[in-house]
């Protein structure tokens, strides 16, 4: 099969394969079609070293498509069964899992940094996050495959696999928006715009969109954001439309910079909330006098808070109701040969989602 491989940590552009095996199922896995794969700036982090990733790999992890094969113990799919990836799959049987905390099991992750997914010839090749949708095929934990219906288009359910859920979710999971709040979202690319998009589905009577790049303020306002900015705007803005401060304050982009903007522009007793993945080497710096007397709360959305048998089908529930623009969100359809370009783009202020589609 096809495949787009990663040979070197920071290389330009990516191997594209047709001598790709992918291994499995063993027990317990799900093989796949993959159908439809969205590019996630993660997918960029990795291949430019922001995340950890062994090498050589497929990139990739917010994806849709058809179960081809189940292994021993799978027996509630079958082959046909169209599926969104869950690159979080829970163990079940963990510390975290056991607390109701599935979002923060690591057992299947961790695997994947040491077992590898896929062959070609002599090489062994790793998945991200074991999974590796930059590929025509897949083998997910079958944790890792939530079962969908069968109009949902593809490139649909690979979005809420990843970006919409994660952005969503942050808003409703972790810091529980309530009606009349105030949000301000910091960066909107296609996981900012879910965000947004979350926040207008909590009620939040203001929602500033923050970028440096001013055409995604248009998007973020179709989206439902009440107000944009740029960073170096926001100060002035704030000070006229919520003068205390934002009650939830998302940062989606996770540098030192963003997070103390994000701090700054929350109220005494609001919430930032981490929601990007930064690098590890960064440190962002906060005195324990305003960690004390501001009262502010820094909290973690790490896959938004999510259970995603539980919330995948909730957030197609309200794509079916009109209410969630998921369509709307995909900027560019791609070949899987294109990958390379589309990670590229990222970034680019006109590009809010990209997926690659497999015919």
């Not at 099991?105 to 010839?121: K, Q, S």
């Not at 079916?320 to 359809?333: Q, V």
Request: net charge negative; with cysteine.
């Amino acid at each position: 099969m096809r495949a787009a491989v990663l040979h070197t940590i920071g290389d330009e552009k990516l191997d594209l394969r047709d001598d790709v095996t992918v291994l499995g199922p063993g027990p317990g896995e799900v093989r796949l079609r993959v159908r439809a794969a969205g590019v996630c700036h993660s997918d960029l982090s990795a291949l430019r070293g922001g995340l950890p990733q062994p090498v050589p790999a497929v990139l990739g992890h917010e994806a849709a498509g058809d179960v081809i094969e189940v292994g021993d113990g799978v027996d509630d799919l079958a082959p046909g069964d169209r599926v969104a990836v869950n690159w979080l799959p829970a163990c079940g049987v963990c510390t975290h899992c056991r607390r109701g905390e599935a979002y923060l099991c690591m057992t299947h992750v961790m695997a994947g940094y040491v077992i590898p997914r896929f062959t070609a010839g002599d090489l062994e090749i790793f998945g991200m996050a074991g999974c590796g949708s930059f590929a025509e095929e897949m083998v997910v934990p079958r944790a890792g495959a939530v079962k969908i219906d069968d109009d949902v288009p593809y490139e649909v359910a690979a979005l809420v696999g990843c970006g919409v859920t994660t952005g969503v979710g942050a808003v409703i999971n972790t810091a529980r928006v309530r009606p009349g709040d105030s949000v301000v979202v910091i960066g909107c690319g296609g996981v900012g715009i879910a965000a947004i998009q979350g926040a207008r589905l909590a009620g939040a009577a203001q929602i500033m969109a923050v970028d440096t790049v001013p055409a995604r303020h248009e998007a973020a306002r179709r989206f439902g954001a009440t107000h944009t900015a740029t960073p170096d705007e926001l100060g002035d803005l704030q000070g006229e439309v919520v003068p205390e401060g934002f009650d939830h304050a998302f940062d989606v982009v996770a540098v030192p910079q963003t997070l103390r903007t994000a701090w700054t522009a929350t109220r005494r007793g609001g919430q930032v909330i981490v929601v990007g993945a930064g690098r590890a080497e960064d440190q962002v710096e906060f005195s324990p006098f305003e960690l004390l007397f501001e009262g502010k709360t820094i909290v973690p959305s790490l896959y938004g808070s999510a259970e995603p048998h539980r919330d995948f089908p909730r957030l197609l529930a309200l794509w079916r109701a009109g209410r969630l623009d998921i369509e709307g969100m995909i900027s560019r359809r791609l070949r899987l040969d294109q990958v390379g370009d589309g990670l590229a783009a990222l970034g680019s202020g006109d590009v809010i989602r990209q997926v690659i589609i497999n015919d």
